[in-house]
């Protein structure tokens, strides 16, 4: 009985599908885009309340490069220094993926999975 495996000849992973996976798989940003979909605009020590293990140094560092992708902007409120943190359009459009992410992970895991 034979276990190789076949694949197709020229089979090369998408670029654009690379960049996704890479901004999405990096830790913590998942995390962020979903509380941001979940919850609209935060800011950040509410937002690091809710991502809580991720540290205040790595998440200035994930909402940066999330910025700097096009998925989140940084909006300063009218007569205040007040920042807020919300999607853009582009991370907007992440919500039916991250809604499909929530129900194969409800369909796969238990909560005593998680531990």
Same mark, same amino acid.
């Given at each position: 009985?034979?276990?190789?495996? !076949? ?8 670029? /654009? ?17 979903? !509380?941001?979909?979940?919850? %609209?605009?935060?800011?950040? /020590?509410?937002?690091?309340? /809710? ?6 140094? !790595? ?10 992708? %096009? ?19 582009? %991370?907007?459009?992440?919500?039916? !993926? ?18």
């Amino acid at each position: 009985m034979s276990t190789e495996v !076949v694949t197709a000849p020229n089979f090369k992973l998408c670029p /654009k599908f690379e960049k996704t996976f890479n901004i999405l798989g990096k830790k913590w940003n998942g995390l962020i885009i979903d !509380v941001l979909l979940s919850e %609209g605009p935060q800011r950040f /020590k509410d937002l690091a309340s /809710k991502v809580d293990k991720c540290s205040d140094r !790595v998440l200035v560092e994930r909402l940066k490069e999330l910025e700097a992708d %096009g998925l989140l902007e940084r909006v300063t409120q009218p007569n205040s220094c007040r920042v807020l943190y919300q999607l853009t359009d582009q %991370g907007q459009a992440l919500r039916l !993926v991250m809604e499909s992410i929530h129900t194969w992970a409800e369909t796969w895991y238990s909560l005593a999975d998680c531990q």
